[in-house]
């Protein structure tokens, strides 16, 4: 698909959009231009300027406090998680709603209510940790004297996204924007984010992609969640707070079971069985291994859509592997912290009976005082060739967006 300039920062969570984060304000993306007014699910990588609480960094993006949990496999079972304090410099995906406004690709959800001693650089820069410039926000609500703010003045924010139709390759994709840091280099990134260096440069402009996979839904298209897609290592709340549905680590198949949360909800029960949501059953047999299973099939008006199916398959599936969850960090970790688990391999089996996710320990690694918000996760190590050369000795203006399966490349 054709890429045009165009004074906005982008980033992805598969499609990786990474922009230089400097001083001097330029353009800072390549979009997505687009016509029809469809959108998609997409993730924004952001590091938390100062200490905030869960509802707090929520309400920046205006986004539901579980869903930005569940987007980085945050347990919500945890006592008041909402108001848990999250630590200055820990980086967070975030997931929006990315759409086609004036024909290019951003997500326009995103409102800021301006404080005193607020500036459009303090707001850009700090705050929103460079997903957007002072320029843009100066564009987007018309501001023709940036140097006068009123204090409580709602400030659209655009924030940089794409769809590329949500897949790679007729493959199901979600794309997460990304602020590349000075000290940066795609290998890091790669490794940080299980892609390739050669995915990066593809989404980019910059060369060919190898294929990455995500966990996608098909509900129908009268469902209230249709289109859903969870990156792989993740999870997504849906049907009012009422199903969780997760993505890996064993297969690539869409799993979801009764959210933790769920107080309110129609029932999840298959019809002419008694099996619930999430529920599988499994008999061998010499022809082979009979699979039940009660999976979901969309939220329609209100109601919780439940399929029972019934298979034989040539060997009996292991336990469903949960994608591990991490207690609400109380500490920056150097590096990223959420970042996507490697993609399963083809031959892992898919799973059986539900085992409940446990949380993971979560090592605490103090951020250090004094020092700016980090822009992006370090890496390590890469199968793809080194490149070391700093993404900031790219020009200024330089977004790159970072393929990624929703699996955990952000090709979400």
Do not use: W
Request: aromatic letters at 8%; one cysteine or more; a neutral charge.
């Amino acid at each position: 698909m054709p890429k045009q300039t165009n004074p906005f920062p982008f980033f992805s969570f598969f499609f990786l959009v990474l922009t230089s984060h400097v001083a001097v304000v330029t353009s800072k993306s390549t979009i997505e231009p687009c016509s029809n007014s469809n959108s998609c699910n997409a993730l924004v990588g952001y590091t938390l300027y100062t200490d905030l609480k869960v509802s707090e960094v929520a309400t920046l993006f205006q986004v539901d406090p579980i869903a930005l949990l569940l987007a980085n496999a945050i347990d919500i079972s945890y006592p008041d998680v909402e108001n848990h304090i999250l630590p200055a410099r820990l980086f967070l995906k975030v997931p929006v709603i990315c759409s086609c406004v004036d024909g290019i690709r951003k997500s326009v959800a995103t409102r800021y209510k301006t404080r005193p001693s607020d500036t459009l650089a303090n707001i850009a820069d700090n705050i929103y940790s460079g997903l957007v410039s002072a320029d843009q926000l100066r564009d987007a609500n018309s501001i023709a004297d940036p140097s006068v703010l009123d204090v409580g003045l709602s400030l659209a924010v655009p924030l940089p996204c794409t769809c590329f139709n949500g897949t790679d390759n007729s493959l199901p994709a979600v794309f997460l924007s990304y602020v590349v840091g000075p000290l940066d280099t795609l290998a890091g990134i790669a490794a940080s984010y299980s892609t390739t260096i050669t995915d990066i440069m593809n989404v980019n402009a910059m060369g060919n992609p190898s294929i990455k996979a995500a966990c996608a839904s098909n509900f129908p298209r009268y469902s209230a969640d249709f289109g859903l897609i969870v990156p792989n290592g993740s999870y997504a709340i849906t049907a009012s707070h009422c199903v969780q549905c997760s993505c890996g680590p064993g297969n690539l198949n869409l799993y979801c079971t009764p959210a933790s949360l769920a107080v309110s909800c129609s029932s999840m029960q298959c019809r002419n069985s008694n099996l619930m949501l999430g529920n599988v059953t499994v008999q061998s047999s010499s022809a082979g291994c009979n699979v039940t299973s009660c999976s979901y099939g969309g939220f329609v008006n209100g109601t919780i859509v439940t399929t029972l199916s019934v298979s034989l398959q040539p060997r009996c599936p292991g336990v469903h592997q949960f994608p591990p969850l991490v207690a609400p960090p109380t500490s920056a970790i150097g590096g990223s912290l959420f970042a996507p688990a490697s993609a399963p391999a083809p031959t892992e089996a898919g799973g059986v009976g539900p085992t409940t996710p446990k949380t993971s320990v979560l090592p605490g690694v103090s951020s250090l005082p004094g020092f700016p918000p980090a822009n992006a996760p370090a890496g390590s190590t890469s199968d793809a060739p080194l490149l070391i050369r700093p993404l900031s000795s790219f020009t200024t203006s330089t977004v790159l967006y970072i393929l990624m399966s929703l699996i955990l490349l952000v090709v979400l």
